[in-house]
């Protein structure tokens, strides 16, 4: 089945740079990529998502790509404020068998002032 | 509109006891999916269905059930409980599966002692 990587497991970034998280994913076949944030005590919730027939797409502040020949995708946040403090994760939709998505471990991140 | 609804929110249970965690959505969803989240693990996958009278195991099946007598109601049932099954709980509806992201409910977190 799919197996989805994510690094790194922490992230501590100033108020006002940049943060990238990257994530690998081992099922060729997967068509699908979304992004959760998840607050502390809260469930998860989807902030951006990216099919396979697309390279990159941005919302605000928060930018999607993927490179499917290398079967990674990664989440690019600019402008960092402390209210992006949480633990992101990513995911891949495995096509068939309830569609399910597969999960990577999470990346805390943190933003300092 | 309610989205996902999971009850209890917390609940403590004694090695060897039984419960049933409730989750039932308004949405008309046929995927619905539960996953366990355990401290810097991701969520994995216990069991997911298609549609009312389909169930089919996850990644981690082992000492839970379900049952998906309508459409809305998706109840994950732990049987003879175990400290390894000390977890925040949370399930999840989408209208065609994972390519189609999901809503999850607030969580259950479950404390076996």
């Known amino acids: 089945g799919e197996n989805v990587e994510q690094h790194p497991s922490t992230l501590s970034v100033q108020e006002g740079d940049s943060a990238v998280i990257k994530c690998t994913y081992s099922d060729s076949a997967s068509n699908y990529f979304p992004w959760y944030k998840q607050e502390l005590g809260k469930r998860p919730q989807l902030i951006i998502d990216?099919?396979?027939?697309?390279g990159e797409k941005k919302d605000q502040r928060i930018a999607v790509t993927l490179n499917k020949t290398a079967k990674h995708f990664s989440l690019h946040i600019t402008e960092t404020q402390p209210e992006d403090s949480a633990v992101y994760f990513c995911a891949a939709s495995s096509p068939g068998g309830g569609n399910k998505l597969t999960f990577g471990t999470g990346t805390q991140l943190k933003v300092e002032l | 509109n309610a989205g996902v609804t999971q009850t209890p929110k917390f609940r403590i249970l004694k090695i060897g006891q039984s419960m049933t965690l409730q989750c039932t959505q308004d949405?008309?969803?046929?995927?619905m999916y539960w996953y366990r989240q355990d401290p810097g693990m991701g969520l994995k996958l216990i069991y997911y269905s298609v549609g009312a009278g389909i169930t089919d195991k996850g990644e981690v099946p082992n000492g839970y059930n379900v049952s998906r007598s309508t459409t809305e109601d998706f109840p994950l049932r732990l049987e003879l409980a175990a400290p390894s099954q000390t977890s925040v709980y949370f399930c999840a509806s989408s209208y065609l599966g994972g390519e189609n992201g999901y809503t999850f409910g607030s969580g259950t977190r479950l404390t076996v002692v």
């Open positions: 949405m008309n969803h046929n995927y």
């Open positions: 990216i099919r396979s027939n697309v």
